[in-house]
């Protein structure tokens, strides 16, 4: 996995004397290699070598933090004026091991405990873009993706049941390309099994389903592979979200989680988000002395409606109230129909090794005649019966793959049964007539 800032470079600095009114400031980008080696301890992963994605700088006391920002895009070469406005820092207190955001307008100096010198701070994408894989921007794309990818394995996204083992598959090939070894990887097999919310009870044949198609998507570009990953996880009502802690009107302890959609709340007892109001239809958002935020929102056409919460402290309701705010003023520029109709992407072919004689028979169960020159895929029961003059021929449907043979693969084919002591098992099994004959404007409009 090439690093973003190529060979990592570790300096020294002595920030006693005419450097003692700085900040040495590790900045870390989101790394799955790191997640995994370092959250999950895991010894045995399938990269080729190490890349500390880290670098330093020195930053003055009083200096904003959107300095350190913008110091960050020029070295990362991050051009992109819309995405660089979704970049921002956190920060985790090892103290009460509680992570926030740092308020770019604001100096460091006022954000951070008074004992941190060497603060080390994460450099990611707070607001997550609506179509993640249409990013152009290589490097903003990689940060992302890397993210997401995080993100997944520490089981924030709810998978779908019948999604589990296509984009496990995805995840494997997108991240680790041809390097994964369901033997000696065993471990990734589990977090994955967890992070999609299954127990690992009783669950080898969703395993086998997994490896088998992650083998599939053997020769499928990494890239494609990964936006497909991605394009499924930015379905999930939980995609792009962030989430603090609140009080409601009942004093009951909940989640409040913010991303492009809108407002989500959860209670501690529940696992699901409910959305509770969009961007477009809230009104207003305020707070008061006694550190309760209301949001009032548009209930049908004339009906307002209105949400209350209460914070612990001044600070934080200030803090809860600024990220409100910033979604709220960033996810306006989007029109409702930006965000419901998403591009489709589509879906890469898969490929398989070529069919051994003897190991296995394709299903050829057509006649070698067709009505047009309409291409319809088969189902999965059975294949397309076709009539004359056809320049395609669509097989029945293999394991996870459906085999289009064109009409030269064809002759190539009943050419080589002449010779094949297993011609006579072979046609018999799949009726084809060797006494077809083909038009030659069909081999014209190859």
């Known amino acids: 996995m090439p690093s973003l800032f190529g060979k990592s470079h570790l300096y020294r600095y002595d920030i006693q004397g005419g450097a003692k009114s700085h900040y040495l400031v590790f900045v870390h980008l989101p790394c799955l290699q790191t997640h995994l080696k370092h959250l999950y301890h895991l010894s045995l992963l399938p990269f080729n070598d190490y890349e500390q994605e880290t670098i330093e700088c020195l930053m003055n006391y009083n200096s904003l933090t959107i300095d350190c920002i913008n110091y960050l895009l020029q070295r990362l070469h991050i051009r992109d004026e819309k995405l660089s406005n979704c970049f921002a820092l956190s920060y985790f207190n090892k103290i009460n091991n509680q992570s926030y955001w740092l308020d770019p307008d604001i100096s460091m100096r006022q954000q951070l405990p008074k004992s941190e010198l060497k603060p080390n701070l994460t450099f990611t994408i707070l607001l997550y873009p609506p179509v993640p894989y249409a990013i152009t921007d290589e490097k903003a794309r990689r940060i ?36 994964f070894d369901a033997d000696k990887n065993r471990d990734i097999l589990r977090l994955i ?6 127990s690992e009870e009783n669950t080898d044949g969703i395993k086998e389903k997994i490896i088998e198609l992650y083998r599939d998507l053997n020769g499928v570009d990494t890239r494609s592979a990964q936006n497909q990953f991605v394009h499924q996880i930015s379905q999930s009502n939980t995609y792009g979200m962030i989430h603090f802690e609140l009080k409601n009107t009942l004093n009951e302890a909940i989640y409040l989680g913010l991303n492009h959609n809108g407002i989500h709340s959860r209670s501690l007892l529940r696992n699901e988000f409910k959305l509770e109001a969009c961007w477009h239809n809230i009104i207003s958002i305020s707070s008061n002395k006694h550190r309760q935020i209301t949001i009032s929102m548009k209930n049908g056409n004339t009906n307002i409606h209105t949400l209350i919460y209460y914070t612990d402290s ?3 309701n200030r803090y809860c109230l600024r990220l409100l705010h910033l979604f709220s003023n960033y996810f306006l520029k989007y029109s409702p129909s930006q965000l419901e109709n998403i591009p489709k992407l589509e879906t890469p072919r898969t490929k398989k090794q070529n069919l051994i004689h003897g190991a296995s028979v394709p299903d050829l169960r057509s006649d070698g005649e067709s009505l047009s020159n309409d291409r319809t895929p088969p189902s999965v029961s059975s294949s397309t ?3 004359n003059h056809s320049s395609n021929m669509w097989t029945g449907s293999l394991p996870n793959l459906t085999i289009q043979l064109t009409t030269q693969q064809h002759i190539n084919e009943t050419s080589k049964k002449k010779n094949d002591p297993y011609a006579t098992y072979a046609d018999n099994l799949n009726h084809i ?14």
């Open 144 to 179: 992302l993706y890397q993210q997401i990818f995080c993100n997944f394995i520490s089981s924030m996204y709810p998978v779908p049941t019948n999604l589990i083992e296509t984009l496990s598959a995805y995840f494997l090939q997108g991240c680790f390309e041809n390097k």
């Open 193 to 198: 099994i967890s992070a999609v919310g299954l």
């Open 314 to 316: 001044s600070s934080y």
């Open 385 to 387: 019966r076709s009539s």
């Open 433 to 446: 007539d060797e006494n077809e004959t083909i038009s030659p404007n069909l081999l014209m409009n190859r």
